[in-house]
């Protein structure tokens, strides 16, 4: 096979992470699962799909530009129910804050695979991955489903967790609400070639 490029943006490729309500706290009934989708991104990405080691590519995603519980997303990843404005516009804003994402010092969310290899199907690849929050990486493998036909279709999920990310779960007054430690990376693309 040969080389093929394919350009990733944001209208053709889904980037979220699933947060969890930490069903274990008081007033944990008030509290809801978050879907966060990334925007506002754009990326070149060259695959050989003979040679799945060679394969880089790096997405920065603006934290500002992050979408969250918009009803179509929550849908597409499987959560129920439908998030208010008030309250999408309040985990937004706790989102950003100093002690989470520190939005106003750190703007970008970056996410590179530097490689790839093939698992035991032709269709899936391990991704040699990292995402770096704060300043801070995190190097992980992220198993993938892959087709070139002749467009690029990758999609996958993959557990992290907040102190991968060198963070905290938020947590309401007195932690009788707050977020679960677990989350879950969500990637799918479907791009033209170039």
């Given at each position: 096979?040969?080389?093929?490029?394919?350009?990733l943006h944001h209208a053709n490729a889904f980037a979220a992470i699933i947060v969890r309500?930490?069903?274990?706290?008081?007033?944990?009934?008030?509290?809801?699962?978050?879907?966060?989708?990334?925007?506002?991104?754009?990326?070149?990405?060259?695959?050989?799909?003979?040679?799945?080691?060679?394969?880089?590519?790096?997405?920065?995603?603006?934290?500002?530009?992050?979408?969250?519980?918009?009803?179509?997303?929550?849908?597409?990843?499987?959560?129920?129910?439908?998030?208010?404005?008030?309250?999408?516009?309040?985990?937004?804003?706790?989102?950003?804050?100093?002690?989470?994402?520190?939005?106003?010092?750190?703007?970008?969310?970056?996410?590179?695979?530097?490689?790839?290899?093939?698992?035991?199907?032709?269709?899936?690849?391990?991704?040699?991955?990292?995402?770096?929050?704060?300043?801070?990486?995190?190097?992980?493998?992220?198993?993938?489903?892959?087709?070139?036909?002749?467009?690029?279709?990758?999609?996958?999920?993959?557990?992290?967790?907040?102190?991968?990310?060198?963070?905290?779960?938020?947590k309401g007054p007195m932690g009788t609400l707050r977020n679960a430690e677990e989350m879950t990376?969500?990637?799918?693309?479907?791009?033209?070639?170039?």
């Amino acid at each position: 096979m040969s080389t093929r490029r394919y350009r990733l943006h944001h209208a053709n490729a889904f980037a979220a992470i699933i947060v969890r309500n930490d069903d274990s706290r008081l007033l944990s009934r008030l509290g809801h699962d978050h879907v966060v989708r990334a925007d506002e991104f754009t990326s070149t990405v060259t695959i050989d799909p003979g040679r799945p080691e060679e394969l880089r590519f790096a997405l920065s995603f603006p934290v500002y530009a992050f979408v969250v519980d918009d009803k179509d997303d929550r849908k597409r990843v499987g959560l129920k129910g439908k998030v208010s404005k008030k309250d999408r516009k309040a985990t937004r804003k706790n989102m950003l804050a100093k002690d989470q994402l520190h939005a106003e010092r750190y703007g970008n969310i970056d996410f590179r695979v530097d490689g790839a290899r093939a698992a035991d199907d032709d269709s899936t690849w391990i991704l040699d991955a990292s995402m770096s929050v704060r300043h801070r990486r995190f190097e992980f493998e992220f198993p993938v489903s892959i087709e070139f036909s002749p467009q690029l279709q990758v999609s996958g999920r993959v557990d992290i967790t907040h102190s991968d990310l060198g963070l905290t779960p938020y947590k309401g007054p007195m932690g009788t609400l707050r977020n679960a430690e677990e989350m879950t990376l969500v990637i799918e693309i479907d791009a033209s070639p170039l």
